[in-house]
Each structure stands twice: as C-alpha cells, then as structure tokens.
C-alpha cells in the first residue's frame, strides 16, 4: 500500500480515459498530459495506459509500505525521496518505509507519478480515471491508502530519459475547427497574432483565456466537442475543453488543439501566456 501522509493540493488517479462513451455524454478524462504518462510508463515498462497520479501545483507526501519502483514527469516539483532530490523521468527503486515528498513547484502546472505495474484501482467504463459525477471518487485526500503491485526485481532496459524543454513552450498548435470559417478576417488574424493570457477559470474541464477577439451573434446546434477544442462565446472569449470538458456544447468551434498542445497547456497556470500557431 501506498499512505497518504499529506495530501497536496489536488492529487487524482488518471490513466488514458474512457473514449467509448462521449455519446452517453461521459467525458474522456484521463491524464490532462498525455506525453508526461507515456513517457513514465515507458519508462517503468508499463502499458501506456496504466494508472498513474496526477499532482496539481504542489504535491503530496507520501509512505510506500512495500518495495517497488517508480518514476516521476511532468511538472517539477521538487521531488525528494527520504530527503534526498530526485529528477523527472529517471526510474528509482524504493524500499519500504521510504517516503515521498514534494516542495515547490519551480517549472509547469501537473506532475505524474508513476509506479512498476501501475496503481490499482476499481475501472470503471473502461478506465480507472476519476470522473466524479460518475466514479464518486473524489481526490487524494490525507490518510488513504493506495493500492499497488510490490515488486521486488526490476532491470529497465532504460533508466532514465532526457526530455526537451515543453514545459515553457507557449506555441499551441491548432487546427481550424468547424466553425472557424465564420470568424471575420479581423478575428481570424487577431487569433494568430495576439498572445493569450490563461485566467483563473482554469481546470480539468477548461481553460479559459483573457483576452477577447470580438463579440457574435452566431446561434447554432449544440454539436459534438473534444479534448482541445476551442470554443467562442458570444462576448467574444476563447474556451478550450479540456479532459473533463463536456462531450457537447453549442458555442462556435474555431479550433481543435493537436495532442501535443493539450499535453502543453495542461501545464500552464492562470497568468502564464501561450499563441496559437498552425499545426
């Protein structure tokens, strides 16, 4: 097991998400950066898609009460086991009674842990992500227990892995969504030219962004959405739908962010800046 001695500020359970089930409106979810759970599990020899923690803004301490491996991502934030720094995407062997601590958060948004075999957890739907309408599974809290796999042997093929710098990457690359040829050709330069501002309305369901582009007046069907689309509303605001964002919604869809900038905007918190650049 796994002991939550402190909590952090929001730590959930993620893996890949739920994709089969956006018609019965029951959002994807799964890890907000996709590339930081792959590259862990990739790491640790794991499927792609097994279970992992995510950290929000500041972690949490933690108590491994059996031998096993593990491998941090994402995020820095000043990650120390037994006291002792440890580094993103390098695999480490921990013992039992070691413990797992974060301090300050010095680079991105989100950082994933990542464990030999994966976190165990109930699935749901297909997937063990939390979703709370609909796994009643709330976040991390002080005093839960952890289920995981001990391992006692473990010889990655690698053991570490160096990964470039996208944490302070502001370019998100998008396509045009649906509805982008309604835009004027002032809105539509204006989305390519300004630099975006994340403000506080930012969460696993959406980011919300400063700046505006113009007002509209367009109506149209609610319509199908995605993890990265990005949504104009009638006073002229960009929304981007993110993990948790809802499977419909009736705001013009301008763009659709790539996977990758999803994975990059995940990591960006309220006041950091990014621009949207053709993919």
Known sequence: MLKVLKSGFYTTVQDKGRFAWK??????????????????????ENPSDATVLEITMTGPTLLFEQQTYI?????ELSATLNNEP???????????????????LEKGFRGYLGIKEGFVFANVLGS?????????????????????????SFDPK??????GDYLENQELRVNPGPEFGILTQKQQEQLFDLRFSVSKENNRMAYQLEEKIGEHSITMLTSATLPGTVQLTPAGKLIVLMKDGQTTGGYPRILQLTKESISILAQKKAGDTIRFIYG
Do not use: F, W
């Not at 491998?71 to 995020?75: F, M």
């Open 23 to 44: 018609h019965k409106g029951v959002p994807v979810s799964g890890t907000m950066d996709d590339m930081a759970r792959h590259r862990v599990n990739t790491l640790l």
């Open 71 to 75: 491998c941090l991502g994402g995020a």
């Open 86 to 104: 440890i580094e993103n995407y390098r695999v480490y062997p921990v013992a039992q009674g070691d413990i797992l601590s974060y301090g300050r």
């Open 128 to 152: 063990t992500s939390q979703y709370i309408p609909l796994t009643n599974k709330q976040c991390i809290k002080e005093g839960d227990e952890i289920e995981y796999y001990p391992i006692r």
């Open 158 to 163: 690698l053991t570490n892995l160096k990964v």
